[in-house]
């Protein structure tokens, strides 16, 4: 078969076939009487293994290595492969996210360009200084696509950076909870405490929703920072586990601030004061767990939770019962 039938078979160009010749990779078995190359069905054989090999990114001189070297083992080289492979899926992958952050950020000009990739770049610098500068940034000059600072929140370990990154998010709108949501599903648990603190500063009802789910998380932390920002929106559902963290000594005067807000509607005080003294009334509570109930009804408005300082004022546990007495006195000032 002469070249160019092989090149219209094979769909390797005479062109190729001659490079491959010239480095000995495959050589015609004979020639014509006019001097023409004429390959086998051995050679055409070998011209599909050649294509076959280089399909898997092999260079061609390891193509030759692998079809003439019997010692040859393919383990190393396709480990090799394998690895060369990755690096580029990643290299590509990261210059596909970072062209969509800058469709997403519409750029009318290619300064525009310019700037969001030097911002993009910044976010993800090794100083927490350029990166915080980045998110402030973000907000008050260049518009970043929400992707991107999402992305950088949910992986930022400075707090101070962290606190900026929140900002720059709660200013973009809701565009952020999808994102921040899925972070909430994360298999790492500082993914699911940065998202949850990220979704605390967003104020609308859609966060104040994923919220309200994050209180069933089974993340314990999770559910502990969810209650604290729904206290702080006046949402009752949080009441159950605040009283959870005073008890457990979790951040519990945030807790107790938290109830302290919540009982300004005199229907929730009754609520919040009920809760409070069933977890009293308990006796398996230590006496420290006990001490820190009574300290959070000293916020906590209404008759019924004066009656129950009243009777606190005579619990078997001095402590308590000087704390009761003490609150007591506070609140007849007050009145």
């Keep these: 078969m002469l070249i160019g039938d092989v090149a219209r078979r094979s769909g390797v160009s005479a062109r190729m076939l001659r490079h491959y010749e010239s480095l000995g990779l495959v050589r015609p078995t004979g020639r014509t009487d006019s001097g023409y190359r004429e390959y086998s069905s051995e050679d055409i054989r070998r011209i ?29 080289l396709v480990d090799d492969l394998i690895r060369q492979t990755r690096d580029r899926v990643a290299a590509e992958t990261e210059l596909l996210t970072r062209l969509r952050r800058i469709g997403a950020a519409q750029p009318a000009g290619w300064e525009e360009v310019l700037q969001t990739v030097a911002l993009l770049q910044a976010l993800g610098s090794k100083s927490a200084g350029t990166r915080q500068r980045a998110a402030l940034s973000a907000v008050e000059e260049i518009p970043v696509p929400v992707e991107a600072l999402a992305e950088a929140v949910l992986s930022e370990s400075d707090p101070n950076v962290a606190g900026a990154l929140r900002w720059a998010l709660a200013r973009s709108g809701e565009d952020a909870l999808a994102l921040l949501g899925e972070g909430l599903g994360s298999s790492a648990a500082e993914v699911r405490k940065r998202a949850v603190q990220s979704i605390a500063e967003i104020p609308h009802d859609e966060a104040t929703a994923l919220l309200r789910d994050a209180l069933t998380h089974s993340d314990i932390a999770v559910r502990r920072y969810a209650a604290l920002a729904l206290g702080a929106r006046g949402v009752a559902e949080a009441v159950p586990t605040l009283i959870d963290m005073i008890v457990e000594e979790r951040n519990d005067a945030d807790a107790a601030d938290a109830l302290s807000a919540l009982a300004s509607d005199p229907e929730l005080a009754d609520q919040i004061a009920t809760g409070l003294l069933d977890r009293l009334s308990r006796g398996t509570m230590g006496a420290p767990a006990r001490r820190r109930l009574a300290q959070a009804l000293a916020d906590i408005p209404g008759i019924r939770t004066s009656r129950a300082l009243a009777e606190l004022s005579h619990d078997e546990d001095r402590a308590v019962a000087l704390t009761a007495t003490y609150i007591l006195k506070l609140r007849g000032a007050r009145e």
């Design 48 to 76: 599909f293994h050649i294509e076959s090999l280089r399909t898997l990114g092999l260079s061609l001189r390891d193509v030759r290595r692998a079809l003439d070297d019997p010692g040859f083992a393919p383990a190393e």
